[in-house]
C-alpha cells in the first residue's frame, strides 16, 4: 500500500507560481512512477505530469509545457510540481498519483494504482 500526501497548494494571482510537494510512504514507492492530475467542476480528471522512478523521464500535459516541472527527489520519497506563469484555467483541485506503469501522457485516471486526497490551486485573474 502506498499512501500519497500532497501539500503547497493555494490562492495565486495570474502569472505568479506555487510548488505542489507529493510525500509518498512505503519503501516500494520508490519504484512507482509518480505524477499530478487536476480535476476542476464539471470536468474529468486530468492528466498533468509524471516522472519515473530514476527521476530522469517526465511527460507533460500539452496545457502545462514550458510552465510546469516535474522532479522527483528519491531519498525523500518525495515529488515535487513547479508551477509558473499560472493562469486562470489552472484552477482545480490537484491530486498526486502513483502507478506501477509508465505511460507517459498518456496515463488517464483510470491506470493510477493510488491517490492522493488532492490539494486546490486557486489562480485568480
Known amino acids: 500500500q502506498v499512501q500519497l500526501v500532497e501539500s503547497g497548494g493555494g490562492l495565486v494571482q495570474a502569472g505568479g507560481s506555487l510548488r505542489l510537494s507529493c510525500a509518498a510512504s512505503?519503501?516500494?514507492?520508490?519504484?512507482?512512477?509518480l505524477g499530478w492530475f487536476r480535476q476542476s467542476p464539471g470536468k474529468e480528471r486530468e492528466f498533468v505530469a509524471a516522472?519515473?522512478?530514476?527521476?530522469?523521464?517526465?511527460a507533460y500535459a500539452d496545457s502545462v509545457k514550458g510552465r510546469f516541472t516535474i522532479s522527483r527527489d528519491k531519498a525523500k520519497n518525495t515529488v515535487y510540481l513547479q508551477m509558473n506563469s499560472l493562469k486562470p484555467e489552472d484552477t482545480a483541485v490537484y491530486y498526486c498519483?502513483?502507478?506501477?506503469?509508465?505511460?507517459?501522457?498518456?496515463?488517464?485516471?483510470?491506470?493510477?494504482?493510488?491517490w492522493g486526497q488532492g490539494t486546490q490551486v486557486t489562480v485568480s485573474s
Open positions: 498519483a502513483a502507478s506501477g506503469w509508465w505511460y507517459g501522457s498518456g496515463w488517464s485516471h483510470e491506470r493510477s494504482d493510488y
Open positions: 516522472v519515473n522512478w530514476s527521476g530522469l523521464n517526465a
Open positions: 512505503a519503501r516500494t514507492s520508490s519504484t512507482f512512477v
